[in-house]
Nanobody, 124 residues
């Protein structure tokens, strides 16, 4: 069973940057599409970004398009989320997850294994 561990979260001022990592163990993620989701207090979990197993295709929520970049290094069994121009509304717990084949990239139900999340707080 694949275990995912997110890291790289923290407190940053608006306009700043963070790079989140999602390290996998217990199996390879090289054949999985991967996604990032986030959940803010009192809100539902929402899709942030996803990419295909080989990284050739990427998908972003409109709210982060142009500011966030998802990438992966299959040799390191790791997925990244580079977040630039952060806004207070980006404050949330960020989760990475493995996507099932032939499923919608922006729906939580498409994902099987989830990490425990990493907190991102953006101050104004």
């Amino acid at each position: 069973q694949v275990q995912l561990v997110e890291s790289g979260g923290g407190l940053v001022q608006a306009g700043g940057s963070l790079r989140l990592s999602c390290a996998a163990s217990g199996g390879t993620i090289s054949s999985f599409g991967m996604g990032w989701f986030r959940q803010a207090p009192g809100k539902e979990r929402e899709f942030v970004a996803a990419l295909s197993w080989n990284g050739d295709s990427t998908y972003y929520a409109d709210s982060v398009k142009g500011r966030f970049t998802i990438s992966r290094d299959n040799a390191k069994n790791t997925v990244y989320l580079q977040m630039n121009s952060l806004k207070p509304e980006d404050t949330a717990i960020y989760y990475c997850a493995t996507k099932r084949p032939w499923s919608a990239y922006d729906r939580g139900l498409s994902y099987t294994y989830w990490g425990q999340g990493t907190q991102v707080t953006v101050s104004s």
